[in-house]
């Protein structure tokens, strides 16, 4: 059976690369278990796949950024991989790169993240969350908790993320009514009666620990906002340092005077919220991410058959009420 390489490289991960075992055949996508996201190749691969093709997943470390990746995948284009999988954290840094990938012939996929606009054309299609619909659900939540809207405070990524800006940009739409607005949205100045507090939107740069500080510094500025919205699970990633945070506020998020709702559906973030410490997550469907990611690589490689673009893998909006049944990705 003919074997193709290929490559998925993540925006970021603690403990995220992995290297091809000696077996040229062998499909190989691995991610450590608590990693960022959760994102990993669905391990049943190796053996549906048959040995059809060797996966690697690579990525910056923990505090990696943008520049990182970007070498890892001009890296990989001169190495002549068959195919790349890669959810930008720069997506514009990211089109250079992408451009050569093009002209090489190497047909590229965006997942978790996609390229800007007007870079689209430098990859076949993007598989994965619809991140507007995200930030649609986070605000839905907070609507429900604080119908006459309040202060808010919103916790991104990175400045350049295409994803969370695009996030965010659901959260601002939704609550402050408004349409026709581009990434990452206008800013909530008083808007249905929400209003974004100074200082936020906070960026995280996908520092984890930078996140929680974040948080708590912003909790003990402004006691009695309304809302504390990340657009990823950043403070969530580092569990123990959130429950010493969020737990200072509990009797808030119990009133619902707090409306402190995160993004994604981690079993980590999940035990939070049935401990009381949020009001609600909105997840992706990471499993099926990757799972769909790989095949539909090989499809195009072997049978020049590419996927629909945009592939949403659907989300998961969870309560408290909820929790036990709302996870199905």
Not at 64 to 93: F, K, R
Not at 96 to 102: P, T
Not at 113 to 140: C, M, Q
Not at 190 to 214: A, H, I, K, M
Request: aromatic share 6%.
């Amino acid at each position: 059976m003919e074997s193709h390489r290929v490559i998925s490289a993540r925006d970021q991960g603690r403990n995220s690369s992995a290297g091809a075992e000696s077996t040229p055949t062998s499909a190989l996508g691995v991610a450590q278990p608590g990693e960022h996201l959760g994102h990993r190749v669905a391990p049943v691969e190796i053996e549906e796949l048959g040995g059809a093709i060797e996966c690697r997943y690579i990525g910056p470390g923990e505090h990696g950024g943008g520049e990182e990746q970007l070498q890892m995948v001009n890296d990989l284009i001169q190495s002549g991989v068959d195919g790349i999988a890669v959810s930008p954290s720069n997506a514009a840094s990211m089109a250079s790169a992408l451009a050569q990938a093009k002209a090489a012939g190497i047909p590229v996929l965006t997942w978790d993240s996609d390229l800007l606009p007007e870079n689209k054309d430098l990859r076949i299609a993007y598989v994965g969350t619809k991140n507007y619909d995200i930030g649609v659900n986070l605000a839905k939540i907070a609507q429900k908790i604080k119908p006459d809207g309040g202060t808010i405070c919103i916790q991104s990524g990175g400045a350049a993320a295409a994803n969370h800006n695009e996030r965010m940009q659901g959260i601002r739409d939704t609550l402050g009514g408004m349409s026709g607005t581009t990434s990452p949205g206008e800013r909530l100045t008083g808007q249905n009666g929400w209003t974004e507090v100074d200082g936020c939107p906070l960026y995280t740069d996908d520092d984890f620990p930078r996140s929680v500080q974040q948080m708590e510094d912003t909790l003990a500025k402004y006691p009695e906002l309304d809302a504390f919205v990340p657009t990823g699970g950043f403070p969530q990633f580092v569990p123990d340092a959130y429950r010493n945070v969020a737990t200072k506020v509990k009797d808030r998020i119990d009133s619902g005077s707090l409306a402190l709702v995160v993004a994604d559906t981690l079993p980590v973030q999940m035990e939070l919220m049935k401990e009381g410490l949020s009001l609600g997550q909105v997840g992706q469907r990471p499993f099926e991410m990757g799972y769909k990611t790989m095949y539909f690589l090989l499809d195009i490689k072997k049978d020049g058959k590419n996927p629909e673009d945009p592939t949403y893998t659907g989300l998961d909006v969870c309560t408290p009420d909820t929790a036990d049944t709302c996870v199905g990705g």
